[in-house]
């Protein structure tokens, strides 16, 4: 495939250009280096229509045919997992290696969806009568990938949807769209013309689409704040959804961890992809018998960590993915420095592009803005508790309801702890980690619905109840 520069829609099994042109920059530089296609109303339609006339052929598709077609994403992606992993470097800036982790984990994604499937659920078996439950799908689903994880969280959309027989229109973010246009063009033809179509465009596709009365699903991925107009757009027209927001999740660190064997792992936790990811931790809560220690620890990783270029060896963490997600990191940093808060910066950043020094706070106060609000960018409070119950307390005042971890060489205690917090996923001893069967799902202002797992294909299905008469009293 040639990734020379030129980027096209997907639509109907076609490539397709817009006059309109969506400029796109590489974060590590500010600069302009590509251009994308900029679709609007009329891409829109064409694509929705594409979708729509396609769903009665797919929808009839046998699973075993529909697992294959996924299937042979898998191979597609592996192949050109190199030149993918360039191209979103580029435009997404994260460092090399981590940029190719998540193309072939797009492709596991893909692996392991294919293999799963909804079956026909028996609710009532008697002389008389059997009473089946059916899975079917929508119909068209509209999937909206944010620009943090933008190839890994459209195959959550793309997979479990296509698998249950729906087809599917992929917008991603504007500020990366280069990397799913190109596989648009990749896997385009591993599916019928007309199920899987790739669009981008600007701040203005999006809500066009949420008000589209073509898709009978909206799967979306982003802010809390976007989430609600996603919302209010969906209820005129009831069409489902499923949200994953986002999260301002806490780390308890119990008394007897290893400090020194933890640490590396609390940091990933935080600070991976420079902290733009939903569920990493965004306060950490040590016990004040470690807490001198651990700081310590931390900020020795902060200052060894290079943080710079994703496409030059040796760095570790990339830039703030774009210039306005930057600014609103910068001013969440000039604010805690004029509260007088104490920040423990890692090494020095590159000038040029959207960096953020890698940011301790030193056990800043509950009620500040650096731990009350979600930074999404390389900002970490560490917050010092003394009480077991006071700071579950303090870790569950939030709005938001996520993620969270428990840290402690004790395991039993800590899974006491966290059948105590509140939110959709709790890890021990661990972080970061999502799978293919296991759903992800918010509480509170941190999404509606499921992805992944046996929920997560229910998302995308609605349930037909069949009563079906066995004895001669009861036909006709």
Known sequence: MDFSGAYKLTIGGALADTSARLPVVNPATGQVFAQAPNAGPAELEAAVGAARAAFPGWKATPLPERQKALKSVVKRLAENA?????????????????AKEEILGA???????????????????????RVEVHHEPLGVVAALVPWNFPVLLAAWKIAPALLTGNTIVVKP??????????????????????VFNVISGDDALGPLMTSHPGF????????????????????????RITLELGGNDAAIVLPDVDVDAVAPKLFHGAFYNSAQ???????????????DALRARLHALALAAKVGDGAEQGTAFGPIQNKPQYERVKAMLAQARAQGLTLLQGAPVPEGGYFIPLTLVDN?????????EEA???ILPLLKYSDLDEVIARANDSEYGLAGAVWARDVDAAVRVAHRLETGTVWINQNLQNTPVTP????????????????????????????????AESMA
């Not at 492709?107 to 009568?129: H, M, N």
């Not at 009978?216 to 969906?234: C, D, N």
């Not at 229910?458 to 079906?468: N, P």
């Open 82 to 98: 190199d030149a993918l992993a360039a191209l979103f470097t580029a435009e997404q800036g994260r460092p090399l290696p981590a």
């Open 107 to 129: 492709a596991y994604w893909f692996s392991q969806i294919s293999k799963q499937g909804l079956k026909v659920e028996i609710t009532e078996d008697t002389p008389e009568r």
């Open 173 to 194: 973010s504007p500020f990366t769209p280069l990397t799913t246009l190109k596989i648009g063009e990749l896997i385009g033809d591993c599916f019928p013309p007309g």
């Open 216 to 239: 009978a699903k909206i799967s979306f991925t982003g802010s809390t704040a976007t989430g609600k107009r996603v919302m209010a757009a969906a209820a005129a027209g009831l069409k």
């Open 277 to 291: 990811v939903c569920v990493a931790t965004k306060r950490m809560y040590v016990h004040e018998d470690i807490y």
């Open 364 to 372: 800043p106060p509950e009620e500040s803005d650096v731990v009350r």
């Open 376 to 378: 999404f960018g390389p």
């Open 440 to 471: 992800l799902a918010g509480h509170k202002q941190s999404g509606y619905g499921a992805e992944n797992g046996h929920e997560g294909l229910l998302g995308f299905t609605q349930s037909k109840a069949v009563y079906v008469p066995k004895s």
